[in-house]
């Protein structure tokens, strides 16, 4: 499952997830975009639904580990929505991969696949981080999402209520960026590459 | 002390600060300052000055939000009671105190290896072996695409694509620098892959690089340290048991 041109697409996604922060930061955008790789990778290794979990859920860990190790020390606690991450990009979002990469561009199609999978990956992202958010963090995690955690829980919601509402407010918008950035990226990933990564392992001849 | 025996302790620390009250973690802070001063002894100092830094914003704005907005803790919203907010700063408090420690911790135990290179750090720990090799391509990758996002960033602010400070046209156009570093990154790995790597032997000189030597993952220092752990664990078990604050 793991042959050297996966192991380094894994590499590369993960960096790319690192490197994306890094972008948000420098052209100061009010975004987390953290998960662009995770998602690029399960489309870039697709036919093979099992490796492209199993990938995309590497290059998330490990991009999860290093920044924890030397930027965001908090983001460990969200290894959980990076797992959910995986399975639904494997899963769910890699079925597009077709039209993602067709030519011309069928608009309607695209635009309805990457809204639709973002949504589903923003609710999915929300119901699995909410216990973390709301009983590690007591439900602010220094984002802006924050503010609406406070709105609902100043109209009289529990924490994990309130918590919930937030991300069901807020994740969806930031996951279908990252599904349009995964899905424009995957479409301007040379085939050459994609064909390399997608190759089966050649039994060792005898 | 080596990695593998730093990462299990600072495990069983996180695992253990989840679980406790105020009591148990007074035990916990107790530990870790125990640990920083025995294993890192004076660049401790700049571990805690870390994670106060990375603590110090999270803490403001939980107060500011539980204090400042909504004036009372989640237990009182819960029980449907008016609650204080000073009941609200409590609860901030143990939050806080907990993730702090947590932070420190982590912070505490990397800096007792910031004298090794990462290379040697990923040689010392016990894991497969292709995940030995995927952190290091991927510490090498992000080297990579860090100086594709540098230049990248230089090219199109230079041409008028995308500016230094907030902007629309960032909003708009940062899209293109994401673009340029993922196809700058992705030509030179496909090159790499192609041509250099398999000229160079390079992913087969990996492995006997980052084989493990030692057959022993844990050191005794290793074990002293994640008994102490384990026993502060069955400390606030039962202090949670009794009933302890």
Same mark, same amino acid.
Not at chain 2, 162 to 166: D, G, S, W
């Given at each position: 499952m793991l042959t050297t041109p996966r192991l380094i697409a894994i590499a590369l996604c993960a960096a790319l997830n690192f490197a994306v922060g890094s972008i948000v930061y420098l052209i100061k955008l !009010?975004?987390?975009? #953290?998960s662009i790789g995770t998602i690029l990778c399960a489309l870039l290794i697709f036919p093979d639904r099992r490796a492209a979990f199993v990938c995309s859920f590497l290059a998330a860990m490990i991009s999860t580990v290093i920044t924890t190790l =030397?930027?965001? !020390? =908090?983001?460990? +606690?969200f290894s959980a929505t990076e797992l959910a991450l995986a399975l639904v990009a494997a899963? =769910?979002? %890699? #079925?597009a991969e077709a039209i993602f990469r067709a030519r011309p561009l069928p608009v309607l199609r695209f635009g309805l696949r990457v809204v639709l999978y973002g949504i589903l990956t923003g609710v999915v992202s929300a119901v699995v981080s909410a216990p973390v958010v709301a009983y590690v963090f007591g439900g602010v995690t220094?984002?802006?999402s924050a503010f609406l955690v406070a709105f609902f829980l100043k109209a009289g919601q529990h924490l994990m209520a309130a918590v919930l509402h937030s991300g069901f407010t807020a994740e969806p918008i930031d996951k279908t960026l990252q599904v349009l950035f995964a899905a424009l990226l995957f479409r301007a990933t040379p085939k050459d590459f994609i064909d390399m990564v997608r190759a089966r392992p050649q039994p060792a001849p005898t | 002390m080596t990695p593998n025996g730093a990462i299990v302790f600072t495990l069983v620390v996180v695992v253990a600060a989840m679980m406790s009250r105020m009591s148990g973690l007074v035990v916990l802070y107790l530990l870790c300052a125990l640990f920083a001063v025995i294993e890192v002894g004076p660049n401790a100092a700049a571990a805690l000055r870390r994670a106060a830094i990375l603590m110090v914003p999270l803490a403001a704005f939980m107060v500011l939000v +539980?204090?400042?907005?909504?004036?009372? %803790?989640p237990a009182d919203i819960a029980a449907s009671q008016p609650g204080s907010r000073a009941g609200a700063l409590v609860y901030v408090s143990i939050v806080c105190a907990r993730l702090f420690l947590i932070v420190a911790i982590v912070q505490i135990a990397a800096m007792r290896f910031a004298s090794i290179t990462p290379l040697q750090f990923i040689k010392l720990l016990r894991a497969p072996m292709a995940l030995k090799r995927l952190g290091v391509l991927t510490l090498s990758l992000i080297e990579t695409l860090l100086q594709a996002v540098d230049r990248a960033h230089t090219a199109l602010i230079a041409s008028g694509v995308?500016?230094?400070?907030?902007s629309a046209r960032n909003v708009f156009n940062g899209w293109v620098l994401v673009q340029t570093v993922w196809l700058t990154a992705i030509t030179s790995v496909t090159g790499r892959m192609r041509d250099k790597w398999p000229m160079e032997h390079t992913l087969g000189l990996l492995d006997p690089l980052l084989?493990?030597? $030692?057959? #022993? !993952?844990? $050191?005794t220092p290793d074990k002293i340290w994640i008994s102490c752990a384990a026993v502060a664990v069955a400390g606030i078990v039962w202090g949670d048991f009794y009933g302890l604050p």
């Open positions: !009010p975004l987390y975009l #953290d =030397f930027i965001n !020390p =908090f983001l460990i +606690w899963y =769910f979002i %890699a #079925d220094g984002s802006g | +539980w204090v400042g907005v909504v004036g009372r %803790a995308i500016t230094r400070r907030l084989a493990e030597t $030692r057959k #022993d !993952p844990l $050191r």
